[in-house]
């Protein structure tokens, strides 16, 4: 038996390293040191190459190496009836709570402004909101949505979550499905933390934006799938947003010349809100491989009818 690592940039060494520590009984393989195929029960992939899993022929399961799995989907050839998993983990979450909490901090006391006008020697007070008067809606309110929400509810700020079915969390409003409207109306920074599914492709465009307070500001800390990007510029233009924080994008790196780079009303991160750590979350990797070796039920499974 063994455990098939394949990443896209084939950075596998702190990977094997921290899989070995959590269980040193474990064989670990890549693609480019696997001897016999058919030994391999189960696959941990981030962002593999369509096609990838084709000569597995004993595999078990597949997980993310992330807690996003849109990027499993987006193989036709996944195998079909296999368990699919993602990590969850609490250090995703607190680096997705942190972030988060700085860019809507940054976003009401104005520090991007101040930063432009720093680089012009420029001294302008300007007016600022306080986090208690200021709703945040999170759009998509499953586990870092939760996270997220319940240390901006510390900071202050009134917050509202918005799922598929409604959740019972202390000092938040939470929304479900057929309530979407009400819950636009009220976020005047909206984050988005939803899973990429076939339903959620292209969600932030001009419709959802026209139902935000005029001036809201954006944060997508979830897929650059979710983003119409032409609605978002004129959504900007005609001031029906103030700004955006974009962490993730269509094309990563974004392109050179992509006109979101000029745009002053625009913060850019290179996918870094919450970043999956080999040694972190490794255990749980090496508890699923375990577990499918003992036919067991797997943890932090994926539904594939629903996509997350
Ligand atoms: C990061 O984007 C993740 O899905 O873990």
Redesign the pocket.
Known sequence: MALLLIRNDKNYTPWIDALKKADSSITVVTPETVENPEEVTMAVTWKAPQGSFAKYTNLKAIG????????LFDDPSLPKNISLT??VDDK?ASDMQEFVSALCLNHIRNLKEYAALQAQAKWKPTSYKRAKDVTVGILGFGTLGQAVGNMLSTIGFKVTGWSHSKKDVEQITSYSQNELDRFLAEAEILVCLLPLTDKTEGILNTELFSKLPKGAYLINV??GGHLVETDLIEALNNRQLSGAALD?FHTEPLPQDHLFWNRNDITITP?I????NAASVSAQIAENYNRVKNGEELLNTVSSERGY
Request: without cysteine; aromatic residues 0%.
């Open positions: 993310s190496m992330g807690a996003g799995v849109d990027h993602r990590v995703l979830a897929r993730v996918h809100a919450s970043m999956s």
